[in-house]
């Protein structure tokens, strides 16, 4: 017991001593070099006008729309402009799916339009549309105890109010094939968002292998209470579905590359991105503009400045995350041999408030030194104190680089307050005009200084 707690104290010892190590080689070697990035991101709108551009130019980009396609041109411009180099596409074959026209109105008891998005990846209805009473439950369990008998023909509405996304989202993405199974015709589900001004709030839905394909559609949060309230009470409420959502055959898409070439170890690499794709509505400024302009700012800052990272720093702008995530496996795939030489993978996708630092998935098992990289990330963190960015928190990785964390690849996802992000994603609200200029330049200042002092670390 002695020694046990003895070798404990060692252990103890020797990693506060290597971090020890950290903070100095942090403080020492980077100081000088965070502090003319996070200068330089405050006060330069480059990054902050090609997000713009972005999204009132070019505005929203969903796979195999012309618009994404225009954007992947317009991106690799952008990136040879910024003096990156080896700037490339990656060729991505995505599939393509087309929210055509769609409404859905409330029959019974009164005629009123409902505030609708369809789903992406929903199936439409037959032609006119379909018409049936609805059933609301607030839970799976619910929806279980009701049975094919009382759902049989009938729409579903899933009332359930947010509690976290990963939760809340379950309806969502399998709301309807679950309903489906019961004999439900069609699904409207609650829009995913905590708070609302009766804006619907699209997202994927997939369905399962067996049971049949029923459109699914989101509603306004005040229509599904509304819907609500009237059948807890008893009142029947027949709706009015129309939608003429259906797949076109794959189109030719691509992640979108290029680099700061490492000065020491140029094919160790630290990959930093967000997706390039959006849904349909809104302009995609939050989910993921923000994301992608953050990336290539924080390299071509590094640029400007003249910091030449010992290893490679690599922007990736991905392809579909949001209906299909073919772009974050195209990406591995391309790398292939070259993964077990990327040293860290970062993905902004959370918005782009005011960010308060990482989440890192730092791997486990053999080979895997996870308290050594988290140690690094903390230490390297320190440096985003000023801006109030330092918090490294544990993660578990984003859509687009979780091919690469789960070849062993430490994973960071950029972390912002999160106050506004649920309020504007995968609306027709997700626009410009919601950036917060500050908060955008922080997050290009957090992306550069984590990137840089991980790229530049000595051996
Ligand atoms: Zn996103």
Known sequence: ?????????????????????????????????????????????????????????????????????EAVKWSAAEMT???????????????????????????????????????????????????????????????????????????????VPFTTYSETVLYRSSGASRAAHLG???????SVTPRSLRDPHTGSLSYGATDPKIPGAAISVEDAIWIHRLTASGVPVKVHLEMQAHFQAEADSADVMGEITGSK????????????????????AHDDGGGVMAALGAAALMKQLGLHPARTVRVVFWVNEENGARGGAAYKAWAGDQVAKHIAAIEM??????????????????????????????????????????????????????PLMNAGVPAFGLRTVMTKYWDYHHTQADTFDKIVPEEFRQCVATMAVMSYVLADWPK
């Open 184 to 190: 439900a015709v069609a699904v409207l589900v609650r």
């Open 1 to 69: 017991m002695l020694l046990r707690s003895a070798l404990l104290s060692v252990a103890i010892l020797m990693v506060a001593g290597a971090q020890t190590g950290n903070m100095a080689t942090v403080a020492a070697r980077y100081t000088g070099d965070a502090n003319k990035l996070i200068d330089a991101a405050m006060k330069d709108d480059t990054a902050l006008n090609r997000l713009e551009y972005l999204c009132y130019r070019i505005g929203n980009r969903l796979s195999g729309s012309p618009a994404l396609e």
């Open 265 to 284: 170890y140029p094919d160790e690499v630290v990959v930093i991105g967000g997706h390039l794709d959006s849904w349909d509505v809104g302009q995609g």
């Open 81 to 159: 402009r910024a003096g990156l180099s080896n700037v490339r596409t990656i060729p991505v074959k995505v599939p393509h799916w087309v929210r055509g026209a769609e409404s859905a109105e409330m029959l019974e008891p009164a005629h009123k339009p409902l505030f609708m998005l369809g789903l992406g990846n929903s199936s439409a209805t037959a032609a006119g549309g379909i018409t049936a009473e609805v059933v609301t439950v607030s839970s799976f369990n619910e929806l279980e105890q009701l049975g094919r008998a009382k759902l049989e023909g009938k729409i579903v509405l899933y009332d």
């Open 349 to 402: 996708d959370g918005g782009a408030e005011k960010p308060v630092g990482f989440d890192l998935f730092a791997g486990s098992g053999p080979g895997r030194d996870a308290a050594g990289i988290r140690n690094k990330a903390v230490a390297i963190g320190s440096l985003l104190k000023r801006i109030e960015a330092d918090s490294v928190t544990e993660g578990k990785g984003e859509t687009d680089i979780a």
